[in-house]
């Protein structure tokens, strides 16, 4: 069983930053793929970005935060965050940690292990 619990969440003015964490629990961390996820009012819950175990290779994102988002983890922490740069208002959403056995196949999806959430709120 792994928990995950996010933090970092706010209020931010488009054009700024904020970084995400995403502190877990359990055995075996460096073999769980991580990412992220986020949730709009009114909007399905979509894929944001993912990264593998600690041993493989690659970083997924969305389209809409490529180039803008960064995912990275620190094992000795057992902590995987999200960096977020250049903020706009359609960033707006609760994110959410995810993290899986990694097995390999697709890491856009398949998640077993999820946060609570923390809110991220992006002004114009």
């Known amino acids: 069983q792994v928990q995950l619990v996010e933090s970092g969440g706010g209020l931010v003015q488009a054009g700024g930053s904020l970084r995400l964490s995403c502190a877990a629990s359990g055995r075996s961390f460096r073999s769980y793929a991580l990412g992220w996820f986020r949730q709009a009012p009114g909007k399905e819950r979509e894929f944001v970005a993912a990264m593998p175990w600690s041993g493989g290779t690659g970083l997924y994102y969305a389209d809409s935060v490529k180039g803008r988002f960064t995912i990275s983890r620190d094992d000795a922490k057992t902590t995987v965050y999200l960096q977020m740069n250049s903020l706009k208002p359609e960033d707006t959403a609760v994110y959410y940690c995810?993290?899986?056995?990694?097995?390999?196949?697709?890491?856009?999806?398949?998640?077993?292990?999820w946060g609570q959430g923390t809110q991220v709120t992006v002004s114009p």
């Open positions: 995810v993290a899986r056995w990694d097995y390999g196949g697709n890491y856009y999806s398949g998640y077993r292990y």
